[in-house]
Structure formats: structure tokens, C-alpha cells
């Protein structure tokens, strides 16, 4: 961790095995954020493959249930929720 703005946390990226499969859906859902007003559907579909291949766990090694996460080259920055998302509440 190299440090936060709540509800936010950054950190660095120290890269291991499977990053270099995973950095391509990262780099799409990040182009899209930057458009994202213009069209949220396609942000949407991208982050959802993000979070298909990707699983956040606490430190305690549970999955967390929702998180919203970037990488942008060495760069991280998520933020998560305790509780899963309602489809009513995306």
C-alpha cells in the first residue's frame, strides 16, 4: 500500500505470475472509464470482465464480496464493500 483517499486505497504492483493474461482487460476497462459518461454499458461489460478474471481477498485470505479496482502499469487504486451489490443499487 502506498496510501488512500477514503474511500480509496493505491498501491503498488508488484508482478507475479498471471498479471501479464489479466493487464489487457485492465488497459480496455480504464480506456472506457476515461468515456464513461458517453457510454456506460460498454464500461460496464469491460469491468465485469475485469472482475471474471480477478478476485480481491482481505488480508486474512477471504474473498471479498464486491470491489470496484484499476491497474494502470504499476499502479492500483480500489475501493470494496462488505456486503454485495443489489442489481438495484448498480
Known amino acids: 500500500m502506498t496510501g488512500g483517499d477514503f474511500p480509496w486505497l493505491n498501491a503498488r504492483v508488484i508482478p507475479r505470475e498471471g498479471l501479464v493474461e489479466v493487464r489487457p482487460l485492465f488497459a480496455e476497462e480504464l480506456r472506457l472509464l476515461d468515456h ?6 460498454s464500461w460496464e461489460r469491460a469491468y465485469e470482465a475485469v472482475r471474471n478474471a480477478v478476485t480481491l481477498r482481505y488480508p486474512e485470505g477471504q474473498e471479498v464480496p464486491e470491489f470496484l479496482l484499476h491497474i494502470d502499469g504499476n499502479e492500483a487504486w480500489w475501493r470494496w464493500s462488505d456486503e454485495p451489490f443489489d442489481e438495484e443499487d448498480a
Open 36 to 41: 464513461v459518461d458517453e457510454d456506460v454499458e
